[in-house]
C-alpha cells in the first residue's frame, strides 16, 4: 500500500484556485508533521508549507504566504494545500512527504515518505 497518495491537482487560469489533498496510511498519521513541496521542469524540489503533527504550527514559503493554506484532520489521515490567487510561477508537480525527526521542516532530507505527486498548471 502506498503511504502517501496526491490528488487534486489540474489546469486553472492564473487568480484561480485548487486544493491538493493528500491520503496517508501505513503509519501513525498523527505522529508526524507533514509538508508539501513542488518541482518545476528544470528546477530542485522546493518547500511550499509544512504543518505540525497536532496542526498547532504552520509553515509557508515567502511565495506562498497569503494565498496557500496548509492543513489536516488526524481523525482521517489527510492534509491539504488550499492554494489560492494562483500565478504561472506556481505550476509544478506538487509532492505531499512525511516528516521525520526533529529537524527543519523546509528541505527535502528531513521527510522519508513521499507521494507520486501531483500536476499544478496555472495559465496566464
Known amino acids: 500500500q502506498v503511504p502517501l497518495v496526491e490528488s487534486g491537482g489540474g489546469l486553472v487560469q492564473a487568480g484561480g484556485s485548487l486544493t491538493l489533498s493528500c491520503a496517508a496510511s501505513?503509519?501513525?498519521?498523527?505522529?508526524?508533521?507533514m509538508g508539501w513541496f513542488r518541482q518545476a521542469p528544470g528546477k530542485e524540489r522546493e518547500f511550499v508549507a509544512a504543518?505540525?503533527?497536532?496542526?498547532?504550527?504552520?509553515y509557508y514559503t515567502n511565495s506562498v504566504k497569503g494565498r496557500f493554506a496548509i492543513y489536516r484532520d488526524n481523525a482521517k489521515n489527510m492534509v491539504w494545500l488550499q492554494m489560492n490567487s494562483l500565478k504561472p510561477e506556481d505550476t509544478a508537480v506538487y509532492y505531499c512527504a512525511q516528516h521525520i525527526g526533529s529537524g527543519s521542516y523546509y528541505y527535502t532530507d528531513e521527510y522519508d515518505y513521499w507521494g507520486q505527486g501531483t500536476q499544478v498548471t496555472v495559465s496566464s
Open positions: 501505513g503509519r501513525t498519521f498523527s505522529m508526524y508533521a
Open positions: 504543518i505540525s503533527s497536532s496542526a498547532g504550527n504552520t
